[in-house]
């Protein structure tokens, strides 16, 4: 089977976040112009490189994570966990501003350092970032779409002491949680090594 914009019948529900899985979760906290912190996930999500370290999330129209990294110049990635997972739910309902997402489900406010905006603290791991750009995206004839480009420099990492075992952040103990199509999601907990032929 092959299709373009004719996906045929016997597939009713898209299957391009089925394909292209499992994404990382990128759990953001930002800060509403009053101050008051907000929590969404976002698993148009990646990790964008080294040195510095960046990431990006991508928003479909301009909610109110985009909105408050742009204005405040600043945000939060909390890694969302399996035992995470109700609150992360909890934080994805389309809560209006200044509801203060953390507080709805539960969580703790983690102090960040060098920013405003505070994580996740019961997150095994959490990045504190500065936006570098929020960008619209285009189609490829060049037209905007209503959706928006958050990239950001990671600033300062936090990693609770339990999850740091001989060296190595711990990832299969914290269990971080991955979002497949449709309501699915899968738990990285078992993790195999492979080395490089020129290690
Ligand atoms: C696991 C998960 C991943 C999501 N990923 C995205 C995403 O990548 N882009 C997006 O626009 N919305 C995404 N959503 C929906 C947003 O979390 C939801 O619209 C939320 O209310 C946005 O909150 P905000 O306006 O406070 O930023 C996702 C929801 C869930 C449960």
Redesign the pocket.
Known sequence: MHYGSDRPAILPHDPFKAIVAPRP??W?G?LNAEGIP????????MPLGNNPHMIG?????M??????AQAQGEFTFSL?TEPLSHA??V?????P?G?N?FALAGLTEGTPVEIRTPFVAESPAALECVTVSVEPLKDRHGRALN?FLVIGEVVRTHIRDEYIREGRFDTAAAAP?A?LGYRD?ATTDSLWELARPDD
Request: a neutral charge.
């Open positions: 979760i990128g953001i930002t907000n929590l969404a996930p976002y698993s148009f999500f999330f991508t928003s479909e129209g909610k109110h994570s985009p909105a408050n969302a992360m739910n934080s994805s309902g389309a809560h501003d509801a997402e959706r949680l979002r999601y």
